[in-house]
Nanobody, 116 residues
Framework: QVQLVESGGDLVQAGGSLKLSCSYS????????MGWYRQAPGKERELVAN???????NYADSVKGRFTISRDNAKNTLYLQMDSLKPEDTAVYYC??????????WGQGTQVTVSA
């Protein structure tokens, strides 16, 4: 199994930056991909960005050019650098890992609030 713990969520003003971290542990050898999802009040969870083991990345159109996903395997940490934050980015952000059997694992979430 894989365990995920997110951190870094905070209250920030529009236009500001924030960096989220996701520490992963356990059987990391079975991780096929990792990503960040978010869920705003009253909305369904949506993909923000993900990264495949080989380095391929994908971004939601709403964050492309503003957010950057990266992974540091030496530190067992997944990052989401968020720049030019907008109030629409307010949500609980979840770290995600998908194993070789395409089964997902979720972190507990970290709150990001962007004020106008």
């Amino acid at each position: 199994q894989v365990q995920l713990v997110e951190s870094g969520g905070d209250l920030v003003q529009a236009g500001g930056s924030l960096k989220l971290s996701c520490s992963y542990s356990g059987n990391i050898a079975i991780i096929k991909s990792m990503g960040w999802y978010r869920q705003a009040p009253g909305k369904e969870r949506e993909l923000v960005a993900n990264i495949i083991t080989g380095g391929r990345t994908n971004y939601a159109d709403s964050v492309k050019g503003r957010f950057t996903i990266s992974r540091d395997n030496a530190k067992n940490t997944l990052y989401l650098q968020m720049d030019s934050l907008k109030p629409e980015d307010t949500a609980v952000y979840y770290c995600n890992a998908v194993n070789l059997w395409s089964s997902p694992t979720w972190g507990q979430g970290t709150q990001v609030t962007v004020s106008a």
